[in-house]
Each structure stands twice: as structure tokens, then as C-alpha cells.
């Protein structure tokens, strides 16, 4: 199915969504929160893969709770899946946000004095008042009751029942440091929290969270990276990559050794077949992933490299907004045509890859796409890419 963004022939890149790998993902991870319900997180336009049709995928996996961070996103979702049950993770900004809750049904996700308050005074009722998550701090100071305000809470709700928690979580700091003793930290004072809810179920593990298992998994997990084919935690990563991020190539051009390239003249240092290729850092290509001539690479690691005709090839100089260079010359000079793809992220080089060499995270380099490629989704029911329709 094409997806949307720009017209094939006319867009600087193409990024084919893979649903069906998303499907799975979320299979496994459903499979891995077990006793425990596993939600998805999609927030962000679903991390940047479109968040209705990543919806409908997840549905149709078996997914029926969905987080996100606003309520705008929430209301998109609400049209995409209509039965499900949506939580908004960022809280309430005033009344004007507790409307719009109301008439898309959503769950405000509470962790401050001024959210309970709002909620009390402006939530939906379903068949119990104002339905609402209970956010406790265990440690991030980000969002979040702390556990003595949270104990106030409920003994103030006994008395009035303004409130209907339906769930209560928490969020953890360093799940994806196994060995963390922070992470036992948080599960205890986590622990303390739920002995205030008796009877409602409680949510703590985010993607990193699921792989640590046992107690961390609670009664409801969130996973966002991983569904979308990110690594939650160090070590061999176990999920299917979701998108397939690919660059065309717009010149083909020959340089000799001691010539410079990009911004900031990096010298060749051998004769060299360059790859000019149309996306750049306002794509989300990471200036930081260049080869030269930013401030990383003073640390010494290389920068990053695309995939091309089953070689890795590496980029060369800086990244510049629409276009990056990269280096084909072992290619050789016949191997390497204008309209090619190289890919800069997806089987052949993980995501998690690329975005170590711009020194960020998978999250960042999948929310930093944009609008610039044609967007092509493989959808759920189609056998893992064998019909992808090509146009
Ligand atoms: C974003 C978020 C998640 C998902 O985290 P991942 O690391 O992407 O799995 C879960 N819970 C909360 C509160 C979040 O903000």
C-alpha cells in the first residue's frame, strides 16, 4: 500500500513501514508481559511510522489499550481504533485539555495536585466517575505524585469518590541497565504504591522493563521502542526491524585524492566514487552522524554508513540539510546509478546503529523522519513482503 508522504518518484527517500513486523513485534512483546496485558505506546505519530495505521496493525495483533503523550493524539487514535481504551500520558494542562478527554473518551493519565483537581471537577463519568490513571514518582522526577501525596489522595477519595482509578503506574529510569540497582529501587517503592490501590492494576515496565520480567511486569505493561523495532536494552536485539529508511541517489560524481568534500573541506584521501544522495539532516539523517567535521568525531569513532547493493558504504564529510555524500568506490564505477536507494537504516543496518554513530537513540532518529520521504506500508495481513505493491 502507498502510504502517503511525497510521491515516489518525486521524494528524496522512501521509508517502507513494515506492519506486519510491527504485528509481530507486539505479538512477542504480548507474549513476553505474559501473565501481565501488554498496551502499546504510539505516541509521537507512533514514533514516527504514522500512528493510524500503526493502530489498526496493533488492533488487529490483539492490542486493545494504547498510551499516548497528548490529547490531540489522542483523538487521531479514537478514529483509528474506536473500541479501544486510550491513556494520555502527559497529564492536564487546564480544563480546555479535560473537554477534549471528554468527548473522545479519554483516560488522563494524573500525576500532579493540579491534574487531580481538574480531573475532579471537569472528568467524564463512565459507569463510575471520572475514570482516570494514578502517575507515583519512584525516581524519574519527571511526572508523577509523590507516594505521600498519592497516599493523601486516597484518603481523601474514600471520603468524597470523586476519582475512579482504574490503573496506577509508574515509569522506570534505567531498565535498560539490567543490573541497575536503581531498577530493584523503583520495583519496591513501587510495590508501596500498589498496597495504596488495592485491587487495581498497576503498570511499571516500558519496553526496556518487559526484558527485565518477574515482578517488574505487573498487571499492564507499555512498550514503545521495541514494538517498532528498536533495542529496549543492551545485547543481541530480538525484534523485527519496522522501517526501512532509503535515500536516492541524485549524482554520482569522481574525485580525485586530495580533493575536499561537503562543508568544512574534508580531504579524500584516495580517488574516490562519490554518492550523492537526496536527504539530509532536515530529514532526519543526524548531522552528528557525519563522517567529519563535527564535534563527535573528535572522540574518534567513525560515522555512520549506509547499505548499498550488499555493502556497507560510508558516509563522507558532513551531512548537509537535503544531501549527504558517501563513498562508493568499492563499488566500483558501474555499480553505482542515479535513482539507486541506499539504505540508511532497516535490515541490512540497524537503526540502533546509525543512531550510536550520530550519538543518539533509536527514538530520536525515528521521531526526527519527517516529511520529505515516500511513505510505502507494508500492511499486516500481506505475507513479510512479498506483496508489496511497487509503483
Ligand atoms: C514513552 C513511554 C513509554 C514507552 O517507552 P519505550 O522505552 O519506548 O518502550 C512507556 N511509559 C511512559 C510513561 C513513557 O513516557
Known amino acids: 500500500m502507498s502510504g502517503g508522504g511525497l510521491e515516489p518518484h518525486l521524494a528524496g527517500g522512501r521509508l ?9 513485534n507486539y505479538r512477542f512483546l504480548a ?35 494504547f498510551f499516548v503523550a497528548l490529547p490531540h493524539e489522542g483523538v487521531a487514535l479514537r478514529e483509528a481504533v474506536p473500541d479501544s481504551e486510550i491513556f494520555v500520558l502527559n497529564g492536564l494542562f487546564g480544563t480546555e485539555a479535560a473537554a477534549v478527554h471528554r468527548e473522545a473518551r479519554l483516560i488522563p493519565v494524573l500525576g500532579s495536585q493540579s491534574d487531580l483537581s481538574i480531573w475532579e471537577a471537569h472528568g467524564w463519568d463512565s459507569e463510575d466517575p471520572r475514570p482516570c490513571v494514578i ?16 497516599r493523601a489522595l486516597v484518603e481523601e477519595n ?57 515482578d517488574f511486569l505487573c498487571d499492564l505493561t507499555r512498550p514503545g521502542i521495541a514494538l517498532y523495532g528498536g533495542a529496549a536494552a543492551d545485547g543481541p536485539n530480538p525484534m523485527k526491524p519496522v522501517v526501512t529508511a532509503e535515500t536516492r541517489v541524485a549524482q554520482v560524481r569522481y574525485a580525485r585524492a586530495g580533493e575536499t568534500v561537503s562543508y568544512a573541506a574534508t580531504p579524500l584521501m584516495r580517488d574516490t566514487i562519490i554518492a550523492v544522495a537526496s536527504t539530509g539532516y532536515a530529514d532526519g539523517y543526524h548531522r552528528s552522524a557525519s563522517s567529519a567535521a563535527v564535534p563527535l568525531r573528535k572522540l574518534g569513532q567513525p560515522g555512520a554508513s549506509g547499505f548499498l547493493h550488499g555493502r556497507e558504504v560510508p558516509l563522507l564529510g558532513r551531512v548537509t540539510m537535503d544531501l549527504t555524500m558517501f563513498d562508493v568506490t568499492d563499488l566500483g564505477a558501474d555499480a553505482v546509478a542515479v535513482g539507486d536507494h541506499i539504505e540508511l537504516f532497516g535490515p541490512n543496518m540497524p537503526i540502533d546503529r546509525m543512531a550510536d554513530a550520530a550519538g543518539t537513540i533509536s527514538y530520536e532518529v525515528l521521531t526526527s523522519l519527517g516529511q520529505r520521504y515516500h511513505r510505502e506500508y507494508i500492511e499486516a495481513d500481506a505475507k513479510s513482503g512479498q506483496d508489496r505493491s511497487k509503483r
Not at 517502507?16 to 509481530?24: G, Q
Not at 507515583?136 to 505521600?148: C, F, H, K
Not at 523503583?186 to 492494576?201: D, E, I, K, T, Y
Open 16 to 24: 517502507t513501514i513494515d506492519l506486519s513486523a510491527l504485528a509481530e
Open 31 to 65: 507474549a513476553r508481559s505474559a501473565p501481565a496485558e501488554a498496551a502499546a505506546v504510539v505516541k509521537a505519530d507512533a514514533y514516527g511510522i504514522g500512528i493510524r495505521p500503526a493502530a489498526r496493525a496493533l488492533w488487529t495483533a490483539g492490542c486493545r489499550r
Open 135 to 150: 502517575h507515583v514518582d519512584t525516581g524519574m522526577n519527571r511526572l508523577g505524585l509523590t507516594y505521600e501525596r498519592a
Open 158 to 214: 474514600a471520603l468524597t469518590g470523586a476519582l475512579t482509578p482504574i490503573l496506577v503506574m509508574s515509569h522506570l529510569a534505567c531498565a535498560g541497565t539490567p543490573d541497575d540497582p536503581m531498577n530493584a529501587r523503583q520495583l519496591s517503592g513501587f510495590q508501596a504504591v500498589r498496597m495504596l490501590f488495592p485491587g487495581v492494576p498497576a503498570s511499571l515496565c516500558n519496553s526496556a522493563g518487559i526484558f527485565l520480567g518477574g
